[in-house]
């Protein structure tokens, strides 16, 4: 154990604080000790939250990015998109919670082989007065927090300025499928900067990943401090009750509701505290919005992007063929700003609107412990399904859908264009073809 550090299992007060929690959990004095000496801290919090413990070993800490998988997952359910970017089809969400294996992946280089027990957390910089370096057992011992959040690239629906404006942007293609709603379990990240000593001269918390490749060593991205500090901001290590995928960042990864998924940082190595505005490429040149509508903010080239904006979509194959008659057609809405209030539909391409049935916040009876789990915050940063009922003469059609939250924004009819295709949030046009009868 590093300088500054936590307890762990060699360290008396820390047993004392797993095994309270181990007995606020149910677990016997018998049992704790059981997996006490046979897995360590690891085995203890695996069995109070329910999570399986991660692969005891790995042949190594980082696989080289020459050998290494884009991803691991099957890309069969998927729309591969190329260069590690697996595109999730809605159509096969058919609960509130998007399965692990539908989850979309994101990656900037590979999905990295990191073995837990040599991984490590750096805290640092000249905003704290005492830098941690932190082990996975540590990150797991921390007070743990559940809800369920979508996370969504900043990018998705990238491919509509070209779809329907004509004025492609740069970048990955996304269509509707860059998006997903999980239920993820971690740390506070303001847990871990507090027991840094962070200081009232904090000004910008910088994420940075061990994921290499990229024009900078390792993805990184700048938050404020008041968003590093959102009790909701987490270090997750955890989704759907699982531990956390390898193509999702295991060990830990941060969490950011409700902000464009790049902030959401996987295979996390360091936290910079700044006493002053960072900048790096993705706040100037990646992840802003650079176009005329957008003047430059400090050393970005336009605005740098932050929260997500509401969005809704069919879970519909793209282009989607249905046969003439009566339907249930599903969808998806979301947004950065509360829940969704109202989700209308159209199929004449906007024409006239009509409204659709939002369902109930109910999810698939295998994630319903998870829901109501310890500091569950149960469905404030999820997305909402919605549902209406078509009744399909033969033909050719466009259905777009439109969402409003309860704070009362609304899908835009356009948005200004900008060269990186970011935030597109225009009802989508979906083409659908119904066979005659």
């Not at 070993?57 to 998927?78: C, H, M, N």
């Not at 990229?214 to 938050?223: A, D, I, K, L, T």
């Not at 549902?387 to 899908?411: K, L, S, V």
Request: proline fraction near 7%; aromatic fraction near 8%; glycine fraction near 8%.
């Amino acid at each position: 154990m590093t300088a500054g550090s936590m307890g762990s299992q060699t360290d008396p007060e820390g047993k004392v604080e797993l095994w309270q929690l181990a007995r606020k959990r149910g677990l016997s004095r018998r049992r704790f000790l059981q997996l006490l000496s046979a897995g360590g801290t690891a085995a203890v919090l695996a069995s109070c939250t329910g999570l399986p413990l991660p692969t005891a070993t790995r042949p190594s800490t980082l696989e080289s990015t020459t050998e290494a998988p884009l991803f691991t997952k099957d890309p069969a359910p998927f729309n591969d998109l190329g260069g590690g970017n697996l595109e999730a089809r809605l159509e096969n969400m058919q609960g509130l919670i998007t399965p692990s294996r539908f989850f979309f992946v994101r990656n900037n280089s590979v999905s990295l082989k990191v073995d837990a027990a040599d991984w490590r957390l750096s805290v640092e910089g000249d905003a704290v007065a005492n830098p941690l370096e932190l082990s996975y057992d540590d990150i797991l011992s921390l007070p743990s927090r559940t809800f369920i959040s979508c996370l969504e690239c900043a990018g998705n629906h990238r491919a509509m300025f070209d779809l329907v404006t004509g004025q492609p942007a740069k970048g990955t293609q996304w269509k509707t499928g860059a998006v997903s709603n999980g239920i993820w379990t971690g740390a506070a990240m303001r847990e871990v900067l507090e027991r840094a000593g962070i200081t009232d001269k904090a000004v910008s918390v910088l994420l940075v990943g061990l994921d290499t490749g990229s024009p900078e060593e390792g993805f990184r991205r700048v938050m404020p401090v008041k968003k590093a500090m959102d009790p909701d901001t987490l270090l997750a290590y955890a989704l759907n009750g699982e531990t956390l995928p390898r193509d999702h960042g295991f060990p830990v990864r941060a969490l950011a509701p409700g902000w464009v998924g790049a902030a959401s940082i996987k295979w996390l190595g360091r936290i910079v505290v700044s006493s002053k505005q960072l900048w790096t490429r993705n706040n100037t040149t990646s992840y802003t919005l650079i176009g005329d509508a957008y003047p430059p903010e400090g050393e970005a080239l336009g605005r740098p992007l932050t929260t997500q904006t509401v969005k809704s979509a069919l879970a519909l194959p793209w282009e989607a063929e249905l046969e003439a008659g009566e339907h249930c057609i599903f969808g998806f809405a979301h947004s950065p700003n509360g829940p969704i209030a109202e989700v209308e539909w159209s199929a004449d391409s906007g024409e006239t609107w009509n409204s659709s049935t939002l369902e109930e916040s109910q999810i698939q009876p295998e994630f319903e412990h998870l829901a109501e789990a310890p500091g569950s915050k149960a469905f404030r940063y999820s997305w909402t399904r919605f549902r209406f009922t078509w009744d399909a003469p033969p033909g050719e059609y466009t259905i777009m859908t439109r969402a409003t939250d309860a704070a009362g924004n609304t899908q835009p009819d356009e948005i200004p264009f900008n060269e990186k295709g970011y935030l597109f949030n225009q009802p989508v046009p979906h083409p659908v073809r119904v066979a005659g009868s």
